[in-house]
């Protein structure tokens, strides 16, 4: 699960830096503000990748997405983009769930 989920986060992280750029030119926010929250987002999504695994790491994840969506407030693409990366993260969770089990189950075949 981890290296799927950290692939979606570290896509999620340049599409809001793109966003942001993108923002600095289209919208009336003002760049100090744009900057505070989509460095936040950009951080978190980065840091997410090393904690994945930890318990409530997931729902941190799926509050990304919806922020990512929410920011089509500011960028409407973003709300298409948010919807493409939520459906990310939720195939990135889902299979990668899948992928530790068939792991597990090979390791613990192989042990016996």
Known sequence: ????????????ALVVLFAALVAMQLSDVSTGALWTVSG???????LLCGMITRPGAVAVGWALQLGLIASGLVVPTMFVLGVIFAGLWWCSVHYGRKIDEIKAARAAAAAV
Do not use: K, N, P, Q
Not at 40 to 45: G, K, S
């Open 40 to 46: 936040i987002a950009m951080v978190l999504c980065v």
């Open 1 to 12: 699960m981890r290296t799927l989920c950290s692939s979606t986060l570290i896509g999620e």
